[in-house]
């Protein structure tokens, strides 16, 4: 599997919200969430995409999603946002069995934990929930009679939350990760990808279907 690279960028020298994200958008590795996994059961594509950097700290993350019928019920950390507009990180350090899922709805609402499985698990600390930086836009309009939306998530995940210590370095770390986009109870429920899942139905808890970063 060709390992694709994080680009380091000094991200935290910006002070506004604004100027990290131009920099994420310019400097940022940019992948295509664009596979439809289940096209006969669930056919919905959305342009999706997200750009990944990080500065030896934490890892930036910038999703951008065009023209969602949105959906936005769970209000709160923990509640079930994969039934919302939602776009998903799920990563494992290479050699690692446990994975962690990192599930944002378009709000910015996360639901995150530490995996042995899909039904073993530890949701995050408090702490640690709060220590992920979360921002979101939505812009609003109308066709064809549809209310539709296009909106981002910007996020700032520590390196601690995704599984290593404060004295390593991100600097050639490999990672296994997915990036996801999903909305199980919205108008026309989606499962989308970035690296493709070879399952009869959706499941993005497999770790063996993930890609292969390497942190440069």
Sequence with gaps: MNSLKIPKQNISQYETMF????????AGLHLSIDKVNWPNEFPKLLPVSVHIAHDNDKVYLYYQVEGEELR??????FMPVWQDSCVEFF???????????????VHGVLLAANHESREIAEYLSEET?????????????YKSQLQLSDWTL??????????FTS???LSQQVICANFYKCGDETSEPHYISWNPIDLPK???????????????
């Design 19 to 26: 100027d990290k994200i131009k920099l994420l958008n310019e």
């Design 72 to 77: 936005a019920v769970n209000n709160k950390d």
């Design 91 to 105: 990563v494992k350090r290479k050699g690692e069995q446990n994975y962690r899922n990192f599930e944002f709805n």
């Design 129 to 141: 929930m709060s220590s992920i930086v979360r921002f979101t836009t939505i812009r609003h309009y």
């Design 154 to 163: 910007y996020a700032e995940i520590p390196k601690e939350a995704i599984g």
């Design 167 to 169: 004295d390593e370095n």
């Design 202 to 216: 959706p499941d993005f808890h497999v770790p063996k279907f993930f890609g292969e970063l390497t942190f440069e």
